[in-house]
């Protein structure tokens, strides 16, 4: 089966990093998503990685190993902002999105 | 985690045909339902919430006319897109949420309007 595993919850203190994980089972692999979704709001995207490697985007950077099926959202500079669940999805080789279920991230001041 | 299917994972369709997809909590009941439709590397744009029994809340700019949404069941969200064109192609993807904070995302239906 497709299975997409990722911590539950997670907490940090403000101006601190923190990397949040994300392994997956799927068949085929056509890219993985990460998005952050405040309470009540639509997710907004943040990542997508194909190749293997690191991508940084400013405060955030998105990891991937094909290899080993996983994946890992690195924050830095913690702001109370961050504050959010963070949705991990793989597209598998029928480009449907295959979704974790959210890493809820709380930020302490 | 809970479970939301889509139906069908992929669509082609003539120019001014009506799609209908569906959107099914498969262990849970969907109290609310959300349709979305996503960009290629994009956000997920939200079209509009439906409450079971009641009629859909659009978001600005979608029309009510052309997306006609169906939440008849606790398990059950329809989306009918109307006389599509080439512009509504696109991936949409509908989540469930059981009345908590957390929403449950189904895998997503890819409609390709000739």
């Known amino acids: 089966g497709q299975n997409i595993d990722q911590p539950t919850e997670m907490t940090a203190t403000e101006g601190a990093i923190v990397q949040i994980n994300c392994t997956y089972q799927t068949s085929g692999f056509n890219g993985l998503f990460w998005y952050q979704q405040h309470a009540g709001e639509a997710p907004t995207f943040l990542s997508y990685n194909v190749l293997d490697g690191l991508e940084e985007k400013g405060r955030f950077s998105s990891f991937l190993s094909r290899s080993k099926g996983y994946s890992y959202l690195l924050l830095k500079e913690l702001q109370m902002k961050d504050s959010a669940s963070y949705l991990c999805a793989v597209s598998d080789s029928n480009y449907q999105l295959i979704w974790g279920a959210g890493t809820k991230l709380i930020i302490k001041p | 985690g809970a479970v939301v299917s889509q139906h069908p994972s992929r669509v082609i369709c003539k120019s001014g045909t009506s799609v209908k997809i569906e959107c099914r909590s498969l262990d849970f009941q969907a109290t609310t339902m959300f349709w979305y439709r996503q960009f290629p590397k994009q956000s997920l744009m939200l079209m509009a919430t439906?409450?079971?029994?009641?009629?859909?809340?659009?978001e600005q700019g979608v029309e009510k006319d052309k997306f006609l949404i169906n939440h008849a069941s606790l398990t059950l969200s329809t989306l009918t897109v109307t006389s599509a064109h080439p512009e509504d192609s696109s991936f949409y993807i509908c989540?469930?949420?059981?009345?908590?904070?957390?929403?449950?995302f189904g895998p997503g239906t890819r409609l390709t309007v000739l």
């Open positions: 439906s409450n079971e029994g009641s009629k859909a809340t659009y």
């Open positions: 989540s469930g949420t059981g009345g908590r904070d957390e929403q449950f």
